[in-house]
């Protein structure tokens, strides 16, 4: 009879310790499927989905955290030469100083000036757009008062933020002018180094032809190791679009993240790349 008793204790105890476990290891489960929901919150559909997330991490945190594994190993591994390549953009560039300014400013560096002075606008466009084609850069010629359209929004608003398509969602880019040029970096890079950044995209305009041939020459120089050619033409379409264009609603968006950056929302860039589709 005692050894009965013993057994039955001693399987109750088991059965308790059991339970214990299980409440333990179903608790550490909400902790860590409620760190990952809150790690999700970055990505910029998060609000779309926001609801059917929370119901999934309520009633299933196992299939909720099941799934975050799943997603992760889809990724691509980064390639180890390109892990080589992409560390040199975490160190600062040259500080953006007036030396730089003049180093970047020169057309002739490019070209003969002298050599292509008595072609016309459209001719000189097809010279310096045939000359990039083969170069791991974008080119464009701009209309003079297109130009000073920008140039004014650039002393308004010197710095802002560009998204850009990837397979996870976007990446947001940010851009600074200084002078004739545009600097383009990862939101991420900037936030270590600000205005010292390294860059992902260097757009240089060349005023040369501005006021006898109306025109600006324009190029993008990129790093082909972190963005590719649409990549770079989809942020130079949007600088356009933002800084040469008299629209309302984007101007807003400049005027928010220069002096009301509470205001300022992320998710209304991506509804404006969405709306134009610019890759494509």
Known sequence: MKICQCYALS???????LIQ??????????????KAA?????????????????????????????????REKKKLPMKENSR???????????????????EDESLNKIM?????????????AKIWNDYHRTKDAISAIIPGEVYEEMNLNAKKYPTFLLPIPRSQGYEFIVCQFFYNTVHFT???????????????????????????KGIILMKGEFQKNVINVQEAQCL????????????????KLLEQFTTKPNEFKHMDLIKQIETYNMMK
């Open 21 to 34: 476990r299980s409440i333990m290891s179903s608790s550490a489960m909400q902790v860590k499927a409620e």
């Open 38 to 70: 809150e790690d999700l919150k970055t990505n910029p559909f998060y609000e779309k989905y926001s609801k059917k997330i929370s119901v999934l991490q309520e009633t299933s945190p196992e299939e909720f955290l099941h799934r975050l594994e799943t």
């Open 236 to 251: 130079a379409n949007q600088l356009q679009l933002y800084y040469s264009q008299k629209d309302a609603d984007r101007l």
């Open 84 to 102: 080589s390549q992409y560390s040199s953009l975490l160190e600062p560039k040259k500080q953006l100083t007036d030396e730089v300014k003049n």
């Open 186 to 212: 990862p939101l991420l890079n900037y936030q270590v180094h600000k205005e010292n950044a390294p860059e992902c995209l260097k757009i240089t305009h060349y005023t040369e032809f501005k006021d006898s």
């Open 11 to 17: 399987c109750r105890l088991v059965s308790h310790k």
């Open 112 to 124: 003969k000036i002298e050599l292509i002075d008595n072609k016309d606008a459209d001719e000189i």
